[in-house]
């Protein structure tokens, strides 16, 4: 099955390892552990001839790159591999699954469709987990694994990273979610992949801040301390000293979390705005030390825009402060000048020095990207362009087909620097990069080993660090240092070991696996727009059958008449701002039986600067007015559970019928619009422009194919499908 190259002799222990056992492999960038998947594949698929494989990787670019590898390393017939993405309806993914043999695909897809029982992943012999480091928290690798262990009695786990993580707590965190039983780590210095290293040289250029940085530098500062020497003075914290922003984000959850459980106190609430104002000018002062004057120019700028609209207090603080105002005064002083960070010198040095070959240049932040390709353009020392996220940032982003056509031109060197945020720390695969440049250290030993193999894959690369002297610069950089020694520790005595800190479960027996439940009987709709909220993983952890539809009224429908508007406080309470709450009670009254429910352990009353009595007020016209009792929940957990036992009491217990279109007009016109909302592809959207242009029913059921395609929305299919069910003969034995 395997073709056009030779398995090395790492990745044929590995392989062994993972033929046995679901496996976590931590290999360095550029070692082919794509092909050590493939290498399993073959296995599985000699093993369970009519299984299926699947492969995930976080973004499209990179499934891609799986896709072409399998083509040209791995014999098999075309129409028998797949790629799955977003842009593929799930109608046609459906088939997909059906007909494909090897499928590569971006994790929500295949969440998703589990959810909505489109995929069988007990056809599955193996499934394989590229950039396994994502593994943690909700991420949809972690719901996959757990359905697929499930469901699948010859299920076989591969899982593929650079660098899992860099505490024993998050490794095994990983490992856990992925349901892992073996470790295979090999680093640069191991025997056995020491041949196949390309040597990589890693230089830290120091910089130092001009004197006029530093006095900027001590003018934010002044603000900050005098804020740290209130907080201790109304009891926040118990020292006046500066903090770091790790410390300053855990004391800004800690007061959240008293001021979310009720408590009212002014000097919390105090403590809490001038906090925010502390991290706004901490990061100002990281913009200056680490990334240059525009760049902080532009975030002083913003805050004074701020100002002049917003009632967040901190904004308004630090833009009336006279040292901030003085401190911007500095700035546009130097933007005058046209004084840079001498980061930039050196940058501009370093690529004047090594004119050849292809470069990435790492940053942090869009503006600072914007900045060097600003500058680089000015000097014309070389072509470049910059390569961002999808996200739309100040009007910049760039979509993944743009990203894709991005990478393609440097691979064919139609230009030489590759200017990139964090999107490109990823996976990507761009040989022969001959250099690598951080504008800046990070703290992170996972984006550091990321960075850091994007060059050295097929030929000796570089790697360079600008470092400015005296900043937090030199704590990010020695932190990524310690904790990829510590990650690579901990690895190495857990393979030693063999030791997984398992988490502890539920205690299942045989009755679990061989009892039908009575929730294997329960569905419920569940509007589409709702799809990432974790209880619907929930449900179907209890064997909930979920169908997602597209939902006029509510977001939950457990049975013919009782059906749920769900909010989390912060959004109720926005709904009652922003008037959306009454309409939404409004439809809800037009079933037997609605509900709201209210998610979280937020205080309700001091969400917003609104009025107690105005959310009183809803809350009783919801009960007393409208009849519509609110439940308020503390979490997931319990507003599943709640949904769970609702559906199952009118399901199973009272025997009610389950439709989707079941709510009651409350007169001619909305009667008219249900009937017509009901035809094949209409619902509500449709049905009020098909009546005003026919103007009642019968001239609907009377018209032509032509006549209906008239209407925008309706094609060819829509229209032909409309008359095939106002045409067909009713038969009661279908």
């Not at 707590?169 to 039983?181: P, R, S």
């Amino acid at each position: 099955m395997i073709k056009n190259f030779k398995p090395r002799l790492y990745q044929e222990t590995i392989f062994n390892t993972c033929s046995l056992n679901n496996t976590l492999v931590v290999l360095p960038t550029g070692l082919g552990k794509t092909n050590i998947f493939l290498m399993v594949t073959a296995n599985r698929l000699s093993l369970y001839p009519k299984s299926k494989i699947l492969l995930l990787g976080p973004t499209r670019p990179l499934i891609e790159q799986y896709y072409n590898n399998f083509i040209e390393n791995f014999e098999i017939r075309k129409e028998d591999i797949s790629i799955i993405t977003g842009m593929i309806k799930p109608e046609k993914r459906k088939d997909i699954y059906n007909s494909s043999k090897i499928i590569f695909s971006t994790p929500q897809c295949i969440e998703n469709d589990i959810i909505t029982d489109s995929i069988n992943l007990k056809d599955f012999s193996l499934i394989g987990f590229d950039e396994a480091h994502r593994a943690v928290g909700d991420y949809a690798y972690n719901f996959i694994a757990k359905k697929y262990v499930e469901n699948s009695n010859k299920s076989r786990i591969v899982a593929m990273t650079a660098s899992p993580g860099d505490t024993k707590e998050k490794v095994n965190e990983v490992m856990n979610n992925l349901f892992i039983e073996s470790i295979e780590v090999r680093t640069e210095d191991d025997n056995d992949v020491k041949p196949y290293i390309q040597e990589t040289k890693v230089k830290t250029i120091e910089v130092h801040l001009p004197d006029d940085f530093k006095e900027i530098k001590k003018l934010i500062e002044s603000i900050i301390k005098e804020r740290f020497k209130f907080l201790k003075e109304i009891g926040i914290t118990d020292s006046s000293e500066m903090k770091g922003k790790k410390d300053l984000l855990l004391l800004q959850r800690e007061i959240q979390s008293r001021i979310s459980s009720g408590e009212k106190d002014f000097e919390l609430m105090k403590g809490m705005s001038v906090l925010a104002e502390i991290i706004k000018l901490g990061h100002g002062i990281e913009l200056l030390e680490s990334q240059g004057i525009k760049q902080l120019h532009l975030y002083m700028k913003k805050i004074f825009n701020d100002a002049r609209t917003t009632k967040t207090k901190a904004v308004i603080n630090i833009s009336s402060n006279p040292f901030f105002k003085e401190a911007f005064i500095r700035v546009e002083n130097l933007i005058d000048k046209n004084i840079n960070h001498p980061k930039m010198l050196e940058l501009e040095k370093l690529l004047l020095e090594n004119p050849d070959g292809k470069k990435i240049i790492f940053t942090q932040f869009r503006d600072t990207a914007n900045v060097i390709k600003e500058s680089l353009d000015k000097s014309g020392l070389v072509t470049n362009e910059i390569f961002v996220g999808q996200a739309k940032k100040n009007g910049q982003g760039i979509s993944q087909k743009q990203q894709k056509e991005l990478i393609e031109r440097f691979r064919n060197d139609e230009f030489e620097v590759l200017i990139a945020t964090s999107v490109a720390e990823e996976g990507l695969d761009i040989p022969k990069v001959d250099k690598v440049i951080f504008f800046e250290p990070i703290p992170s030993a996972i984006r550091q080993i990321q960075r850091r193999g994007r060059t050295g894959r097929l030929e000796e690369g570089s790697v360079v660090v600008l470092l400015s002297k005296g900043t937090r610069d030199e704590g990010y950089k020695w932190s990524a240092y310690h904790k990829e020694n510590r990650m690579y520790r901990i690895l190495k005595e857990m393979q030693k070991t063999k030791k997984i800190d398992k988490i502890p479960s539920k205690n299942l027996s045989l009755k679990d696996f061989t009892e039908k439940k009575e929730e294997d009987n329960i569905k419920i709709i569940v509007d589409h727009r709702e799809k990432a909220n974790k209880i619907i993983r929930l449900l179907i952890d209890r064997g909930v059958k979920i169908k997602l539809e597209t939902l006029e009224i509510g977001d939950y429908l457990l049975s013919d008449r009782v059906c749920v508007e769900f909010k989390t406080i912060p959004d109720f309470v926005d709904s009652i701002i922003d008037g959306r709450i009454m309409g939404q009670l409004k439809e809800l009254k037009k079933y037997e039986k609605p509900l709201v429910i209210v998610e979280g352990t937020e205080d309700i009353y001091s969400m917003r600067n609104i009025s107690p009595n105005a959310i009183k007020g809803v809350i009783l016209a919801s009960m007393i007015s409208f009849g519509i009792p609110i439940y308020f929940s503390k979490d997931n957990i319990e507003s599943s559970e709640i949904l769970r036992m609702i559906a199952t009491k009118e399901q199973l217990n009272e025997k009610r019928s389950f439709t989707l279109h079941n709510v009651k007009p409350n007169n001619d016109r909305e009667l008219q619009e249900y009937i017509v909302s009901s035809f094949p592809g209409v619902g509500s959207t449709l049905s009020k422009p098909l009546l005003k242009r026919f103007r009642s029913i019968r001239n609907i059921a009377n018209s032509k194919e032509d006549e209906l395609k008239e209407i925008e929305l309706i094609g060819e299919k829509k229209a032909k499908k409309i008359r095939e069910i106002l045409d067909k003969e009713y038969k009661d034995y279908e």
